[in-house]
């Protein structure tokens, strides 16, 4: 189990890294650059909008998080070894495909929301690959969460 639990944190200290790329990404689009030297800021346009890199950075973050609570909580609630390998796949996956979501909403005109054209803009090759692993995951992490709470409510564990 512990094995399980230091692969988890692994990964979830690998989607906080991407965040805090994000968070530089957020840096330069609010600034249209980079300040290397102070006071001089070197110039430069980022891809993206500064929204969507605020959710880039504090989406991964969170996601991040969760994981390692997750990560944490799975000897306390009492998962069986296979349990806990199901539950660790969900959770990081989740991370991961949202991890995905969030890069990819920053490059589609769209946002990433749908597969096709939508308000915010037109769909391209970015809004499928970040929008479908979302999808499946966004059902995953539920079903995942409701298998925590009943392990947590549960008299056996």
């Given amino acids: 189990m512990v094995q399980l639990q230091r692969r988890m944190i692994g990964h979830a200290a690998l989607v906080m890294l991407i965040a805090f790329v994000a968070g ?8 249209g650059g980079l300040e290397l030297v102070p006071g001089s800021v070197l110039e430069f346009e980022v891809f993206g909008n500064t929204d969507a890199w605020v959710r880039a950075h504090l989406g991964g973050m969170l996601n991040a998080i969760m994981v390692i609570v997750v990560a944490l909580l799975i000897p306390v609630v009492g998962f069986t070894e296979g349990g806990a390998r199901r539950l660790g796949f969900m959770v990081a996956g989740t991370a991961w495909a949202n991890t995905l979501f969030y890069w990819a909403a ?7 929301l749908t597969f096709g054209d939508n308000r915010f803009g037109e769909s391209n090759w ?16 539920i079903v995942a969460f409701a298998i925590i709470a009943s392990q947590a409510f549960s008299r056996r564990a």
Avoid: E, K, Q
């Fill in 24 to 31: 530089g990404g957020l840096l330069a689009s609010l600034l």
């Fill in 106 to 112: 920053l490059i589609a005109p769209n946002r990433a």
């Fill in 126 to 141: 970015a809004a499928v690959v970040g929008l479908a692993p979302a999808l499946v995951f966004t059902i995953v992490i």
